[in-house]
């Protein structure tokens, strides 16, 4: 029986599509793990430095109320000291004085909350240094996406074309796509 139409070549006949047909493969699935680690160390610094700037709105929160105790405890501190309080208000100024310090101590460490300004303050740090840590990822993954496509369009076209130079272009920018998706992963450089 004799076909009408051009003649079907497998893949698996030609060791070198065969060889293109799976660096394709392979920076096909290197460009998805790409992908998908920009997509997160882009969420990761965007919610890192959310959190750093909540942190710090919380931080001013108490530094305001910390600062107008001082001043009120300043205040009665003055009353008391001017010795013109009866028995009674020097009484209910000493306690009040007493609350008060005890708060504006409160406001600066609370460790077992962690919300004092002091465990504020590290808090915040820490979510700066976890969102600068993914910023320095994400350009890296952009990098590898950029040269696994690239690298798999080079593979296709050697496919078509039977041009082996291209397929060691496709493979040394494959190499660094490679590269690059690693090093968003664990930053080595």
Same mark, same amino acid.
């Not at 306690?95 to 708060?103: A, C, I, P, Q």
């Given at each position: 029986m004799e076909s009408s139409g051009p003649e079907i070549e497998h893949v698996g006949d030609d060791p070198f599509k065969t060889r293109c047909a799976l660096l394709i493969s392979i920076l096909a699935m290197v460009l998805a793990i790409a992908s998908l680690g920009g997509g997160n160390a882009a969420k990761e610094a965007t919610m890192h430095n959310i959190l750093a700037a909540n942190a710090y709105n919380f931080y001013q929160a108490k530094n305001v109320r910390q600062t %107008?105790?001082?001043? +009120? !405890? =300043?205040?009665? %501190? !003055?009353?008391? /000291?001017s010795g013109k309080?009866? +028995?009674?208000?020097?009484?209910f100024l000493e /306690?009040?004085?007493?609350?008060?310090?005890?708060?504006i101590e409160r406001y600066e460490s609370e460790? %077992?909350?962690?919300?004092? /300004? /002091?465990?504020?303050? +590290?808090?915040?740090?820490m979510h700066e240094h976890e969102r600068d840590d !993914?910023?320095?990822?994400?350009?890296?993954? =952009?990098?590898? %996406? !950029? #040269? #696994?496509?690239? +690298?798999?369009? #080079?593979t296709s076209v050697a496919i078509i074309t039977d041009r082996r130079p291209l397929f060691l272009v496709s493979l040394a920018l494959g190499v660094g796509g490679i590269s690059c998706t690693l090093n968003g992963f664990f930053l080595f450089v």
């Open positions: %107008e105790y001082k001043i +009120a !405890a =300043d205040d009665f %501190e !003055a009353r008391l /000291k309080p009866g +028995a009674d208000e020097k009484a /306690k009040k004085l007493g609350d008060y310090r005890k708060n460790p %077992e909350t962690g919300e004092g /300004k /002091k465990e504020l303050l +590290a808090r915040g740090k !993914a910023l320095q990822r994400d350009p890296w993954f =952009d990098f590898a %996406e !950029a #040269l #696994l496509q690239i +690298a798999i369009v #080079l």
